[in-house]
């Protein structure tokens, strides 16, 4: 079974901060792996989505990166704001099927 | 920009009823899912949908649960006989396709709390 982790589980910043968050996962036989955002109370919205032959994909001061062998993915966010702060998810698809695998997430406080 | 809907955004039951929850997902889009996360935990995989089938469910899907697309653009979520650790945070999602590039897109939710 898919297991996957995010740490940390929160972060405080000052606005303008570079900051990384992580995810790591179990099973290497992934599909591709997708970051999402939660705000409170709503729904998910696709950051961005890895394949599993893809080493990195960028989305404006979004970056993600995949290194399947060791069964890691950081999300850097670049010159963070306070209208960053939120839950981000990391999610996971294995070849063998249809389902994403979640982490808890890292919920990510911006200060102004 | 297109989106997944869902409706209603929060619904109330008793314990033993039976609800149905709607979604309306992205028009071009062909496979349909529905998860749930309950206040504090993960969100969960229950169901996935295609051609009118479903192509893959969870070990949470159990007979209480059943989905359905009744018309050309709705999908919905069943559940029977409604029980108090029902209560949770649905999500409908869609994607095109199912292939390696496509990005799953999530509904807002529907809050279920049964009492």
């Known amino acids: 079974k898919q297991e996957v982790t995010q740490i940390p589980a929160a972060l405080s910043v000052p606005e303008g901060e570079n900051l990384v968050l992580n995810c790591s996962f179990t099973?290497?036989?992934?599909?591709?792996l997708q970051w999402f955002r939660q705000d409170p109370g709503k729904g998910l919205t696709s950051l961005l989505l890895?394949?599993?032959?893809?080493r990195e994909q960028t989305s404006g001061r979004l970056n993600a990166s995949l290194d399947k062998s060791s069964g890691r993915s950081t999300l850097y966010i670049a010159a963070s704001q306070p209208g960053d702060s939120a839950t981000y998810l990391c999610a996971v698809r294995l070849n063998s099927g249809y389902a994403l695998n979640f982490g808890k997430g890292t919920s990510l406080l911006v200060t102004p | 920009e297109p989106e997944v809907t869902q409706t209603p955004s929060h619904q109330v039951t008793q314990m033993g009823q039976e609800v149905i929850l709607r979604c309306v997902p992205i028009s071009n889009h062909l496979y349909f899912y529905w998860y749930r996360q309950i206040l504090g935990q993960k969100v969960e995989f229950l169901v996935s949908f295609y051609n009118n089938e479903i192509s893959e469910k969870s070990e949470i899907f159990d007979d209480q649960f059943s989905v359905e697309r009744p018309d050309g653009s709705n999908f919905t979520l069943k559940i029977r006989s409604t029980k108090l650790e029902d209560s949770a945070m649905y999500f409908c999602?869609?994607?095109?396709?199912?292939?390696?590039?496509?990005?799953?897109?999530f509904g807002q939710g529907t809050r279920l709390t049964v009492v």
């Open positions: 099973d290497s036989a992934i599909y591709n």
């Open positions: 999602a869609s994607s095109e396709t199912v292939w390696e590039n496509t990005e799953a897109f």
């Open positions: 890895i394949q599993s032959s893809q």
